[in-house]
């Protein structure tokens, strides 16, 4: 073998080796860019099964939140039908002790028992002589009028029984 053919043969192999090595680089850069991309998919599948299970969640909250306020609307509904009808009757109770307080005080400012029988009986819608018990006739209703008078105390609330 002579150096020129020694030396094309060395050039053909210093070629072929460079092209393999070519080739291997190449196929390495092409297995990273699948790796990658592998990565990649995986990444974005699992982020897209993690937000389908976000929204499922949302919703839940979502549905939830609503039947709870509107169990919370009807409950404080309820709260006020409640409270309302509780603030009537101590509405109604107070306006019956306001009416209570100024009969007495009525009764109180009057001089004679009699009148304040006679106008206690007219607030009731009775007749003067059915509340005290005598007749317009009775002559003596007066004399036992102010006989019951000296017996009974000086302020009452309501009638007194003879």
């Not at 990658?36 to 990565?39: F, L």
């Not at 309820?78 to 409640?82: F, K, R, V």
């Given at each position: 073998m002579k150096a020129e053919e020694f030396e094309k043969i060395k050039q053909a192999e210093k070629e072929h080796l460079r092209k393999l090595r070519k080739l291997k680089d190449t196929v390495r850069q092409l297995e990273r860019q699948k790796k990658?991309?592998?990565?990649i998919s995986d990444m974005t599948s699992s982020i897209t099964e993690k937000l389908d299970v976000h929204?499922?969640?949302v919703q839940r909250l979502a549905v939830?939140?609503?039947l709870n306020e509107a169990r919370l609307e009807i409950a404080l509904e309820?709260?006020?039908?409640?409270d309302q009808k509780?603030?009537?009757a101590?509405?109604?109770?107070?306006?019956?002790?306001?009416?209570a307080r100024q009969v007495v005080g009525r009764i109180r400012k009057t001089d004679e028992p009699s009148k304040s029988i006679e106008f206690v009986s007219k607030q009731e819608g009775e007749s003067p002589s059915s509340a005290t018990g005598r007749t317009a006739s009775d002559p003596g209703s007066t004399a036992r009028t102010s006989e019951n008078q000296d017996k009974l105390p000086e302020k009452t609330i309501g009638r007194m029984k003879p």
């Open positions: 990658v991309s592998r990565a929204d499922e969640m939830d939140a609503a309820q709260s006020d039908e409640a509780a603030q009537l101590r509405d109604e109770e107070d306006l019956a002790k306001a009416r």
